[in-house]
């Protein structure tokens, strides 16, 4: 198991009535922040992986032994990296079921909950399933949590920042199993899906199967890279090979860092966390 955690020199759990706190259960993993409502700045967070156990036993452990997790806050958000995600417009989803939805997309979904995330920004929701053991889970814990899946935080960041984009938009959340795909040309979203893969290749055939569908010029387009990733993975070195623009992910504008947390690799791993507190 590994953890890692920073924290601002004051930080004060007992404090944190009036701060927010933003979770990711990842299936391998967990990381929790802490956060100023008031000017977003960053306070606490750790991150723990174990590759023995899923993110949300790690989550209902830690619930009992960690003060900082087991605290009350002004606002608590959980980020579910769910594998099931479908969008759908508003406005229809107040006459179609949102089971209906899922079954639709996902085929029989017993013994998982359908939730939904409504993006701020436009009509469109997202409609996603956690495992009913692992909602309950979230629930027991932390009753008054809002549930998000990836989708939400991901495609907020990604239309905010198309927009400073002259050619196409492509983002990849990239796990160590599974990609998330954004892809916006000309202001509108073109996709959002999800793909898993075993290999760097099979990873790489994806994208490039991706790009030739939708037309998507490799030297044209942007590519932002954010999830479990670095500059040395074999994926993103295939994606380099390829793709001629490319960066990670940064941190999101209004968020404030202090020194504490500027020894972090790899920011554009919290990148979720990170903006939810932003756009909900």
């Known amino acids: 198991m590994q953890r890692k955690e920073y924290s601002i020199r004051n ?12 979770i990711r259960i990842l299936p391998d993993g967990l990381c929790f ?77 017993d013994g998982a909950t359908v939730l939904t995330d409504t993006l701020p920004t436009n009509e469109i929701s997202v409609v996603y399933t956690v495992p009913q053991r692992h909602e309950e889970a979230i629930r027991r814990n932390k009753p008054n949590a809002t549930i998000h899946s990836q989708m939400m935080p991901l495609l907020f960041n990604a239309m905010f920042n198309s927009k400073k984009c002259k050619g196409s938009y492509l983002h990849l959340n990239i796990r160590t199993s599974s990609v998330d795909v954004i892809y916006i040309e000309g202001g509108k979203l073109k996709l959002a899906n999800i793909f898993q893969y075993q290999t760097a290749d099979e990873f790489l055939f994806f994208v490039l199967g991706m790009m030739d569908n939708y037309h998507i010029d490799q030297y044209d387009v942007k590519c932002v890279v954010s999830g479990e990733v670095d500059e040395n993975s074999a994926v993103v070195d295939h994606l380099a090979r390829y793709i001629a623009k490319i960066e990670f992910s940064a941190t999101p504008k209004g968020i404030v860092e202090k020194s504490a947390f500027s020894s972090i690799k790899n920011k554009h791993q919290f990148l979720t966390i990170y903006q939810l507190p932003i756009c909900v």
Not at 86 to 108: C, H, R, S, Y
């Open 33 to 109: 922040v802490v956060s100023d409502p008031k000017d977003n700045k960053l306070l606490y967070m750790t991150k723990i992986i174990d590759s023995n156990r899923h993110g949300i036993d790690i989550f209902a452990d830690e619930c009992k032994s960690n003060n900082v997790l087991a605290a009350e806050y002004l606002k608590t958000h959980v980020v579910y990296e769910t594998q099931q995600f479908t969008l759908f417009p508003t406005p229809l989803l107040e006459d179609v079921e949102e089971k209906k939805i899922a079954e639709l997309n996902f085929g029989n979904v």
């Open 11 to 22: 930080f004060d759990a007992a404090n944190s009535y009036s701060k927010i706190l933003s």
